[in-house]
């Protein structure tokens, strides 16, 4: 039997929800009482303000990313691989938190830029940790971030790199994860 999610839940995925669809300046509180079928009393007892929800969201995004490093940390091929693996568009919780994050950040939120320059501070001190090389560890983080954004700009979804979409690159995530231990080898070498 699943619980249906709780009334701040609701609220903060009806935020994430307008954030995604129609961003920031549409994401005001009467949107998201509208959206999350709570009154604006019911908004303000959890979220006093737009700043509160934001705070909400950030910490969404701070727990799901701790969930993310343990992840990463134990996955058997290792941090670099795990981290080019995961950087496709999935519609995972997480896709949907660092979207909806992503569109605050568009609109300057120093806030949400910081949290997400801790995340990707703790992605990179993993890879670094696995390969050992500063230059190949921020090289993965290239490929990851760029499987990201194109998945973002194209609608690609997980394991699918497309002609033209990469600037020409004709291939596939598995062929990428191949770079990536080449990279990853070479480092130890």
């Known amino acids: 039997m699943t619980s249906s999610p709780s009334a701040r839940d609701r609220v903060l995925n009806a935020f994430e929800d307008l954030l995604i669809n129609d961003g920031s300046r549409a994401a005001t509180l009467d949107a998201v009482a509208a959206t999350a079928g709570v009154s ?3 908004l303000l007892y959890h979220f006093k303000s737009k700043e509160a929800l934001t705070a909400g969201l950030i910490a969404r995004l701070r727990e799901l990313a701790e969930v993310d490093f ?33 569109r605050l950040v568009q609109n300057d939120d120093d806030t949400v830029r910081a949290a997400f320059a801790e995340i990707h501070a703790t992605w990179y001190e993993l890879i670094l940790a696995d390969v050992g090389d500063p230059a190949v560890a921020h090289a993965i983080m290239l490929i990851g971030d760029g499987l990201y954004y194109s998945a973002a700009l194209f609608g690609l979804k997980s ?6 979409a990469t600037g020409g690159y004709d291939g596939d995530v598995q062929s990428l994860l191949g770079v990536v231990e080449g990279l990853r080898s070479g480092a130890r070498a």
């Open 159 to 164: 394991g699918a790199v497309t002609e033209g």
């Open 40 to 42: 604006k009393g019911g």
């Open 70 to 102: 343990e992840q990463m940390r134990e996955d058997p091929n290792g941090c670099a691989q795990y981290y080019v693996r995961t950087s496709v568009w999935d519609g995972t919780t997480f896709d949907r938190v660092v979207v909806a994050a992503m």
